[in-house]
DNA sequence: CAGCATCTTTGCGCTGGCTCAAATCTCGGG
DNA sequence: CCCGAGATTTGAGCCAGCGCAAAGATGCTG
């Protein structure tokens, strides 16, 4: 990401993690031909969330904290990578910019390759020809679900589950947008991690506010857009 | 899964949806013939957590959930599928067992492949050979993270935060585990959607209790167990 | 080795949301 | 058309954990 290979990386840097355990010396030769070695100090950051993911990374030392931002500037953190695996692998996944920051939780030790050079990884695991957007789609949405319910209300994260339902399911009826399907005030709080008693008051308040019009096991949302300010807002 | 292709699946089905839209009717025909129709009702079972991953599924009508059982009988849910999308996709992260249960949660349509049938698939989005035994055990994890946030106290969240890193950057000390790069309250706080306040309160307290013992930025784990029943049980 | 930035601990009051309890409503089935 | 199971509403009390505030401890820096 920085500078060119050093003068030549050795290959006992490769020799003993398990997806390159057991390829010939010319091979582990020509792929850390290609490597950039990058070292970072604690606290620095690798890259960050929204970046054009051009390159994935592999850390040989250190730990990578894996953290996403939210709008209110709290700070979550997703996952911690241990030394040996790879990470920032957004190219594989289909996207072309990171989805979340990684920054060194003490000084570390990486290589990284560019993302072009993903499908030669990809074969060393032993793994089958896979599609991935669909997965990396997937994978983002429920990232998005720990942030939301490490940061929000529970006001909130029923409003954004009644919005995302909205979307994805929801119907146009007469005076707002149905949810496709049945859906009782249980189900939507094992959605949410609340209660049915909680849900049940949440909605009866959005009812009387005009958000929302309920009957058993439907829900019609009369107006999207304060439902989503609900989800958003603080207090 | 129950019975074998019906009379003949008519290719309508299969034509409006986006991946198959591009096909010869030729193709379209040969992947219905390998496929199997299901019908099931509001409520019930498509597959079971931990059941053989043996087929994938596309719904084409009704609405999946994707739930997940606590060891406390509580119920999550991990994501809903609406009609059109792929699902039970299992096979395609290397897993052979499903790692939720899906469930209609109105009367739904669906066919299913067997999983060998699922490099075939993948091939139609238009994507790269990649592997994904990483991926799937990332998403994996990061799904029982949900679980986590959502069923579990603050107290049980720190402590299988902190069993976690042990596991993944843990290094033999003498008295214990320690943690094996800097880490702050604050840190610790962020991975798990509390306070750093709070997480003082829980260290010292264990720390009482002879389970860690941590000094400024480094914390050691002296009690594993006792610090894994910490994040299971109740109370 | 003194100063300072950062990290940690601790007290206190408040409240969102849970638990427990019970009444009421709705709808499909007989 | 009546009954019963499941769904919903609502009340009351309680407490885990947050917000706010301030004092102490630790380790790096010059």
């Known amino acids: 990401?920085?500078?060119?290979?050093?003068?030549?990386?050795?290959?006992?840097?490769?020799?003993?993690?398990?997806?390159?355990?057991?390829?010939?010396?010319?091979?582990?030769?020509?792929?850390?031909?290609?490597?950039?070695?990058?070292?970072?100090?604690?606290?620095?950051?690798?890259?960050?969330?929204?970046?054009?993911?051009?390159?994935?990374?592999?850390?040989?030392?250190?730990?990578?904290?894996?953290?996403?931002?939210?709008?209110?500037?709290?700070?979550?953190?997703?996952?911690?990578?241990?030394?040996?695996?790879?990470?920032?692998?957004?190219?594989?996944?289909?996207?072309?910019?990171?989805?979340?920051?990684?920054?060194?939780?003490?000084?570390?030790?990486m290589l990284s390759w560019p993302a072009r050079l993903w499908p030669r990884f990809a074969a060393l695991d032993g793994f089958t020809t896979e599609t991935y957007a669909t997965v990396g789609k997937r994978l983002g949405e429920i990232n998005d679900r720990i942030v939301e319910m490490a940061t929000l209300a529970v006001e909130q994260r029923v409003a954004n589950a009644l919005a995302r339902l909205v979307n994805q399911t929801g119907r146009k009826v007469e005076g707002g947008i149905e949810i496709g399907f049945p859906l009782t005030r249980q189900d939507l709080s094992e959605m949410t991690g609340t209660t049915l008693h909680t849900v049940s008051r949440l909605l009866s308040a959005w009812e009387k506010d005009g958000i929302v019009s309920s009957r058993r096991k439907h829900v019609t949302v009369t107006d999207p857009h304060r439902l989503v300010v609900l989800g958003q807002r603080r207090g």
Chains 1, 2 share one sequence.
């Open 1 to 109: 990401m920085t500078r060119p290979p050093l003068n030549r990386l050795d290959e006992s840097l490769l020799t003993p993690l398990p997806p390159f355990s057991r390829l010939e010396r010319s091979e582990i030769r020509a792929i850390l031909d290609q490597a950039v070695s990058r070292r970072v100090e604690e606290g620095a950051t690798v890259f960050h969330e929204g970046a054009p993911a051009d390159r994935f990374f592999l850390l040989l030392d250190g730990t990578i904290r894996v953290i996403r931002v939210t709008a209110t500037g709290e700070h979550v953190t997703a996952l911690h990578i241990p030394a040996g695996q790879l990470f920032g692998i957004a190219p594989a996944l289909g996207k072309d910019h990171y989805p979340a920051t990684a920054q060194a939780a003490s000084e570390a030790l």
